[in-house]
């Protein structure tokens, strides 16, 4: 079945530092989106990207889908502690039905 | 506005019992969906809806059971629940499978 990854696992950064992630599906993909869930949270949609090759800014966040639209990737520059939490990745299942979540990127920023 | 509700927000179970987990969304979402979040798994798909009276399987459907008789709620039900099905739960709601998904808060699930 397909599979959607993601790489790292986790990632701890010094406040100011750049963090990036990224995700890597088995099968070419329509769309992607990405969620964020603070600790002890839910996941909350922060962007959806369509176009091979978009690249979408969110303030500090960048984010950009592959040219063979099978890999994406969220840069945070300048990381701030209001950035912790875990990053996901989410492509669509094969049927274009339901979306299948990469196992996430937990991010933590020392101060 | 409430979005999407679940209750309860944690549960303690001993083994073999059952429950139900409610869902509910004020959004007039034909779409929801039950995932489960262990750790370094991500989000797992367990059942999902695509309007009222439809229910079918996702990636680990093995031990719950769904039904959908009305736009507004999708319970989850643990029928004699098992240690492995600790875990959160989210439940989440779309206009579509394709659409953002909006999640609720979760449910903390303990099986003894």
């Known amino acids: 079945g397909q599979q959607v990854m993601q790489i790292p696992q986790y990632q701890h950064v010094q406040e100011g530092e750049d963090f990036t992630t990224y995700c890597n599906s088995s099968?070419?993909?329509?769309?992607i989106q990405w969620y964020k869930q603070r600790p002890g949270g839910h996941p909350v949609f922060l962007i959806q990207?369509?176009?091979?090759?978009e690249v979408k800014k969110q303030k500090r966040l960048t984010f950009q889908f592959g040219e063979a639209k099978k890999n994406s990737s969220l840069h945070i520059t300048a990381t701030q502690t209001t950035d912790v939490g875990t990053y996901f990745c989410?492509?669509?299942?094969?049927?274009?039905?339901?979306?299948?979540f990469g196992p996430g990127t937990r991010l933590s920023v020392l101060p | 506005n409430a979005g999407v509700t679940q209750t309860p927000k944690f549960q303690v179970l001993k083994t073999g019992q059952s429950m139900t987990l409610q869902c509910a969304q004020d959004?007039?979402?034909?779409?929801m969906s039950w995932y489960r979040q262990d750790p370094g798994m991500g989000l797992r798909l367990i059942h999902y809806?695509?309007?009222?009276?439809?229910?079918d399987q996702g990636e680990v459907p093995n031990g719950y059971n769904v039904s959908r008789s009305t736009t507004e709620d999708f319970p989850l039900r643990l029928l004699s629940a098992a240690p492995s099905q600790t875990s959160v739960y989210f439940c989440?709601?779309?206009?579509?499978?394709?659409?953002?998904?909006?999640f609720g808060a979760g449910t903390r699930l303990s099986v003894l």
């Open positions: 989440a709601s779309s206009y579509s499978g394709r659409n953002i998904q909006y």
């Open positions: 099968t070419t993909l329509s769309n």
């Open positions: 990207l369509v176009k091979s090759g």
């Open positions: 989410a492509g669509p299942d094969n049927y274009g039905q339901n979306f299948v």
């Open positions: 959004m007039n979402h034909e779409y």
């Open positions: 809806s695509v309007g009222a009276g439809i229910t």
